[in-house]
């Protein structure tokens, strides 16, 4: 690909979806845009570039962004932020939300509903602790195709068998000729919707939890930190932010820090859990 | 290190299977059949066991139900490797004291993340 066509793409993506993309990852350029090149009948990526720079479809807009955001994704994936989920953020929940008994979680990159679908399936099996308690999950997407699929419940063998416990398979999920559809019971906890990240997210309403995994690892720093920054302002004092296993907030935002001990989990700076010593140093001292 | 017997009546299948289960960290030996996983399993019992369904001589599930009533015959978990993919079998499996369930085809991510589930291996960061 010619380095002009490379900066349509890339500034495109920029603009679009926050997405950064260098140069050492232009072949997913090729890999993933080839079929929307197609769909749209350009003989090549090349050709497709010349329809961007004019004034572009905003359904060929849609559909490179959507096939360069669409990421990978298993249930219960990386296993350690759901057994904290169970361990520690319930629990907390459990307490501090006794009266109200609610909890709001959101999936901000939910793809096709796996990590959503993981963590209901988790408070249906604990459902036992919290009797009458409602636990809503709001799952998010850029792609209107991806949440589609979300919305379906219905996964390939292969999905199926990625990090899914064959009790939780045999439990929650119907067969349907080659497929497996998760049952009504879990599907309606959670509510999917389209939403990019780089919009206000003010009119989502307030989490307690918030899932963002593997999605700043796309981001530039400044976008980064406009994001988490946002987030901050929708969780309460005692909220809790996760991301993925690649992701930090060092040197990005001072608004999140890491939970002691666990490895993900980031608390609110001042927060309900932050136990540094504030306090020690806002005390005068040597009176 | 811990030991795997791998159970199938397709040469090439153990050999993915043991190649698989050898890169996990696993010591492995192999069975033609359930009467032959038996007599490894009565030599020296394994922490797993890749088993599958449709074999002669001995069933995968035959040679299960007879695992379980013997002596440490609880010790190994058992994964059900298999191309019987409906539920019925699942929950036969399950019944007899399966603790996990692969349908074939598979590939090294879905062993690996089958074997996280049953509490074989630890789950690696990514």
């Given at each position: 690909m010619k380095l002009q066509d490379f900066d349509v793409y890339k500034d495109l993506l920029m603009k679009k979806s926050g997405l950064v993309i260098t140069q050492d990852k232009s072949y997913l350029l090729d890999s993933r845009l080839t079929p929307v090149a197609k769909k749209w009948n350009f003989a090549n990526l090349d050709a497709m570039s010349v329809a961007l720079r004019g004034i572009p479809d905003q359904g060929l807009v849609r559909d490179i962004v959507e096939a360069m955001t669409t990421n990978e994704t298993s249930f219960f994936r990386d296993q350690k932020p759901f057994d904290q989920f169970k361990q520690t953020i319930l629990p907390h929940m459990l307490k501090a939300r006794a009266s109200v008994r609610k909890v709001r979680v959101w999936c901000a990159a939910s793809s096709s509903g796996q990590e959503p679908y993981s963590l209901s399936m988790l408070v249906k099996e604990n459902q036992a602790l919290m009797p009458?308690?409602?636990?809503?999950?709001?799952?998010?997407?850029?792609?209107?195709?991806?949440?589609?699929?979300a919305r379906g419940g219905l996964y390939s063998q292969f999905e199926v068998q990625r990090g899914l416990p064959i009790n939780l398979l045999m439990k929650y999920f119907r067969q349907e000729g080659e497929k497996w559809r998760i049952s009504e019971?879990?599907?309606?906890?959670?509510?999917?919707?389209?939403?990019?990240?780089?919009?206000?997210?003010?009119?989502?309403?307030?989490?307690?939890?918030?899932?963002?995994?593997?999605?700043?690892?796309?981001?530039?720093?400044?976008?980064?930190r406009r994001v988490l920054e946002g987030m901050a302002a929708l969780l309460?004092?005692?909220?809790f932010l996760f991301l993925g296993g690649a992701e930090t907030v060092f040197g990005i935002t001072e608004r999140f820090k890491p939970m002691e001990n666990t490895r993900g989990v980031y608390i609110l700076s001042g927060g309900a859990h932050d136990r540094a010593p504030a306090s020690a140093v806002a005390q005068p001292v040597g009176r | 290190m811990k030991s795997c017997l791998v159970v199938d009546d397709s040469r090439v299948v153990r050999k993915v299977a043991r190649r698989i289960a050898e890169e996990l960290g696993f010591s492995c030996e192999e069975a033609e059949d359930g009467q032959k996983a038996y007599e490894s399993c009565q030599a020296s019992m394994p922490d797993v066991i890749m088993l599958d369904w449709n074999m002669p001589v001995m069933s995968g599930i035959e040679f299960l139900e007879k695992?379980?009533?013997?002596?440490?015959?609880?010790?190994?978990?058992?994964?059900?490797?298999?191309?019987e993919n409906d539920m019925a079998h699942i929950q036969r499996a399950i019944m007899a004291g399966a603790n996990e369930y692969i349908m074939k085809p598979f590939d090294r991510d879905i062993v690996e993340s089958k074997f996280v589930q049953a509490g074989i291996l630890e789950q690696t960061v990514s």
């Open positions: 009458g308690w409602s636990v809503e999950f709001l799952a998010t997407d850029l792609s209107e195709d991806i949440l589609a699929q019971d879990i599907r309606k906890m959670v509510k999917y919707e389209t939403f990019n990240l780089l919009d206000p997210m003010t009119r989502l309403g307030k989490f307690d939890v918030i899932f963002c995994r593997n999605v700043l690892i796309y981001f530039d720093e400044p976008t980064k309460p004092p005692d909220g | 695992l379980r009533q013997m002596e440490n015959g609880d010790h190994p978990k058992v994964v059900f490797c298999t191309t």
